[in-house]
């Protein structure tokens, strides 16, 4: 069964940093894109970043400059290092896999077929 599981995530001050992980198991996902949403209460699930196996990278404008995303295909695990949290930047973040693009570049939550349980960070002022 193939399972994401992320964590990381916790309270924090505002222009702190956290970094989440994202660990990968039943399967490899040495040539799938990979990415980190975040849902906000009340919200709808935004894309934060995406990675690929070639090592592109494409951010959101809202963290671009203070997040960055990376990977370690052959550990099967994604992280994502948040800087200068600010506290729109609380959410539930989830890791997601795109099973089904070999070593393309996926952007839309409906393209990714895995998805981890989420784990909360939570910014306060």
């Known amino acids: 069964q193939v399972q994401l599981a992320e964590s990381g995530g916790g309270l924090v001050q505002a222009g702190g940093t956290l970094t989440l992980s994202c660990a990968a198991s039943?399967?490899?996902?040495?040539?799938?894109?990979m990415a980190w949403f975040r849902q906000a209460p009340g919200k709808e699930r935004e894309l934060v970043a995406t990675?690929?196996?070639?090592?592109?990278?494409y951010y959101s404008d809202s963290v671009k400059g203070r997040f960055t995303i990376s990977g370690d295909y052959a550990k099967n695990a994604v992280y994502l290092r948040m800087n200068s949290l600010k506290p729109e930047d609380t959410a539930v973040y989830y890791c997601?896999?795109?099973?089904?693009?070999?070593?393309?570049?996926?952007?839309?939550?409906?393209?990714?077929?895995?998805w981890g349980q989420g784990t909360l960070v939570t910014v306060s002022e």
């Open positions: 997601a896999a795109d099973t089904r693009t070999d070593y393309g570049m996926t952007y839309d939550a409906p393209e990714f077929d895995v």
């Open positions: 990675i690929n196996y070639g090592g592109d990278t």
């Open positions: 039943g399967r490899t996902f040495s040539r799938n894109p």
